[in-house]
């Protein structure tokens, strides 16, 4: 199975998007609203398609890896995650576009899910983190339609199981499919699915720890001044220095400095 769909044709105009290209990657230059409106009116044809919530990590990721970059480009959209890309973006004469994050979005379609009837599958994370975000979602939006949720061995899966995972998620007949693999994994899993899942993916990373409560968002002053990462490293500090370190300092230098 190849990382991407080469055959799968968008149901959704691209053009419609605008797009500020930063190291390679198209990134839409939007804001929520208009989000919101564009999921609005083309849900039903985002079916078997994907959005990418890109950040500085993915964008220097795909600045180095040309097969990543291909992906980050090959779905519906990538939306700006992180404030520097919309930064970068309003730098560049795109004045309206502005900072939407995955858990963000993730908030606002759970707010008109019940009216919208939309319904929802969570792709990923562990058992127990599926449990606590079931948990913790029913009793924020109690008439939220959860159609199911999947916690993926931590393995490679064999071509029969994946077809079975398949089936499994496109028998709930959901709106969304929220995928929670982390970046890379996640990009390239929707990418591979693309064309075969029946429902909108989108790879929202650290957002299913978010809703179930097993790490808290920075506060909203830290958010509006992107420093956000800032918060995310004294979480992890382990995991995330060298990230930042590495990808931050390339950022600045090829988007910032160079223009790239």
Sequence with gaps: MTETSAKFVHKVNKSE????????????????????????KYI??????????SNV???????????YCTIQNGGILAI????????????????????????????EIFKISSEKGYRHYFYGSTKETLEKLQK?????YPDIQIAGMYSPPFRAVTEEEDRKIVEKINKTHSDFVWIG??????????????????GFMVGVGAGFDYFAG??????????????EWVYR????????????????????????????
């Design 17 to 40: 998007i605008p797009v500020c290209n930063i190291m390679g990657v198209d990134i839409a230059a939007i804001d929520m609203n208009w989000l919101l409106k564009f999921t609005e």
């Design 44 to 53: 039903k044809d985002l079916s078997g398609d994907y959005c990418c919530v």
């Design 57 to 67: 990590h993915t964008t220097v990721t795909s600045w180095e890896d040309k097969n």
């Design 80 to 107: 700006p995650d992180g404030g520097p890309l919309s930064s970068v973006g309003k730098k560049r004469g795109y004045i309206k576009m502005k900072r939407t994050t995955g858990p963000a979005y993730m908030e």
């Design 136 to 140: 913790q979602l029913l009793k924020k």
């Design 181 to 198: 693999l982390g970046a890379p994994k996640q990009e390239k899993w929707m990418a591979r699915h693309q064309g075969q899942i029946e």
């Design 214 to 227: 097993n790490i808290a968002r920075a506060p909203k002053w830290m958010q509006n001044r992107n420093l």
């Design 233 to 260: 490293l004294f979480q992890e500090p382990r995991r995330l220095f060298r990230r930042y370190w590495h990808t931050n300092t390339r950022f600045i230098w090829n988007a910032y400095i160079r223009g790239r």
